[in-house]
């Protein structure tokens, strides 16, 4: 069970737009710590896609959007590509642990 | 630009210790950073497992720190994981990366990975 929860699954056609939602609690988004957003393509190692709630590292194209509220934060793809096909964790910190945690993550698919 | 690999056994027994070590190019550990480890079980979801500051200060996942060491070798440029009396629960894919800024830190750039199988 993760402290932070995400829907499992998620499916859009090409070129519509999709969301996946991020929801803590009080120790972790409710309190106020940021949440980043990671991508993993089949086989391959995490990469960071969004981090600050809301910022996009160099490389990452605008049609990827994170958003933060309360105790959730969602990540928006808008103009699905077959190539957005992947598993996408958020991350966050949780003062009760007193480290990171990650959501359990969700898979894209591009129909 | 920043790079970073994996190495160490990809089997070990159950009950004894998984080391690995992650060596870092194209940055200096001892400028600075967090530098941090976290694991993928096969099919499964990541887990943070800890991390070290240049300094040698660690924090580690409170689920794991009665049997994690992370230590720092700034003069080889590289960090080191051991995890002790280990089972088949940690079998999985170890990942090493670079922690950034305030908590959250958020890793980036990560290593390719290694795989850690734990059998007799």
């Known amino acids: 069970q993760s402290v932070l929860t995400q829907p499992p699954s998620v499916s859009g056609a090409p070129g519509q737009r999709v969301t996946i939602s991020c929801t803590g609690s009080?120790?972790?988004?409710?309190?106020?710590?940021?949440v980043h957003w990671y991508q993993q393509l089949p086989g391959t190692a995490p990469k960071l896609l969004i981090y600050?709630?809301?910022n996009r590292p160099s490389g990452v194209p605008d049609r990827f959007s994170g958003s933060k509220s309360g105790t959730s934060a969602s990540l928006a793809i808008t103009g699905l590509q077959a190539e957005d096909e992947a598993d996408y964790y958020c991350?966050?910190?949780?003062?009760?642990?007193?480290?990171?945690?990650f959501g359990g993550g969700t898979r894209l698919t591009v129909l | 630009q920043v790079q970073l690999q994996e190495s160490g056994p990809g089997l070990v027994e159950p009950s004894e210790t998984l080391s690995l070590t992650c060596a870092v190019s194209?940055?200096?550990?001892?400028?600075?950073?967090?530098w941090g480890w976290t694991r993928q079980p096969p099919g499964k979801g990541l887990e943070w497992i800890g991390s070290?500051?240049?300094?040698?200060?660690?924090y580690y996942n409170p689920s794991l720190k009665s049997r994690v060491t992370i230590s720092v070798d700034t003069s080889k440029n590289q960090f080191s994981l051991k995890l002790s009396s280990v089972t088949a629960a940690d079998t999985a894919v170890y990942y090493c990366?670079?922690?950034?800024?305030?908590?959250?830190?958020?890793?980036?750039?990560w290593g390719q990975g290694t795989l850690v199988t734990v059998s007799s």
């Open positions: 009080s120790s972790n988004i409710g309190a106020g710590y940021d």
């Open positions: 070290i500051h240049q300094s040698g200060s660690t």
């Open positions: 194209g940055y200096s550990i001892s400028s600075g950073y967090y």
């Open positions: 600050g709630n809301s």
């Open positions: 990366a670079r922690s950034v800024g305030g908590e959250p830190k958020r890793f980036d750039p």
């Open positions: 991350q966050s910190y949780d003062s009760s642990l007193s480290g990171s945690v």
